[in-house]
T-cell receptor
Framework: DAKTTQPNSMESNEEEPVHLPCNHS???????IHWYRQLPSQGPEYVIH???SNVNNRMASLAIAEDRKSSTLILHRATLRDAAVYYC????????????FGTGTRLTIIP | DTGVSQNPRHKITKRGQNVTFRCDPI?????LYWYRQTLGQGPEFLTY????????KSRLLSDRFSAERPKGSFSTLEIQRTEQGDSAMYLC????????????FGPGTRLTVT
């Protein structure tokens, strides 16, 4: 599986936007970029995914670099409930059913 | 969706004992996954099922571990002769197996081996 690199931790103030970076320089053409997050004492939850174009959903936006070697998860207005570990995962659309988690970015929200 | 449920939520056992965990996936999901997570690490894949067929097993799944999904609905994960190194959170997830195939995780079973 292609590898992703994320900062170990980040802090952000409440009600401000948060940009969580992910580097994936060895991404292949068939890899989708998935983001999951894990709130304290819970299982991971799906956030968003994309292939080439930027994507938006009710939780977040995903900005993908033109060369696809990096991406950024954007939380538009962080709340205390967004404090979690965020995982950037590469996943082939067909086959390779498992998710390969790294250590993720621990996001702390400052009130 | 009632979500993925796992039982028990916590299990404390003595080294050498056998333990069994249960996972009930979201009802229309045909894929079910087991992961293990230790403190400070991301979840690690153990195995997955499509309906009742076990299609992939990680090398982490030693001979002491066995998983079943007999009728393609709930699944069980059994650990025989537990060791202290088995102490971890065991997570179950399910997915539809179509489209983006995002996985929905349960709350996990925390195993402590003393």
């Amino acid at each position: 599986d292609a590898k992703t690199t994320q900062p170990n931790s980040m802090e952000s103030n409440e009600e401000e936007p948060v940009h969580l970076p992910c580097n994936h320089s060895t991404i292949s053409g068939t890899d989708y970029i998935h983001w999951y997050r894990q709130l304290p004492s819970q299982g991971p939850e799906y956030v968003i995914h994309g292939l080439t174009s930027n994507v938006n959903n009710r939780m977040a936006s995903l900005a993908i670099a033109e060369d696809r070697k990096s991406s950024t998860l954007i939380l538009h207005r962080a709340t205390l409930r967004d404090a979690a570990v965020y995982y950037c995962i590469l996943r082939v659309y067909f086959g390779n059913e498992k998710l390969t988690f790294g250590t993720g970015t621990r996001l702390t929200i400052i009130p | 969706d009632t979500g993925v449920s796992q039982n028990p939520r916590h299990k404390i056992t003595k080294r050498g004992q056998n333990v069994t965990f249960r996972c009930d996936p979201i009802s229309e999901h045909n894929r079910l996954y087991w992961y293990r997570q230790t403190l400070g690490q991301g979840p690690e894949f153990l195995t997955y099922f499509q309906n009742e067929a076990q299609l992939e097993k990680s090398r982490l799944l030693s001979d002491r571990f066995s998983a079943e999904r007999p009728k393609g609905s709930f699944s069980t994960l059994e650990i025989q002769r537990t060791e202290q190194g088995d102490s971890a959170m065991y997570l179950c997830a399910s997915s539809r197996g179509t489209g983006s195939n995002e996985q929905y995780f349960g709350p996990g079973t925390r195993l402590t081996v003393t």
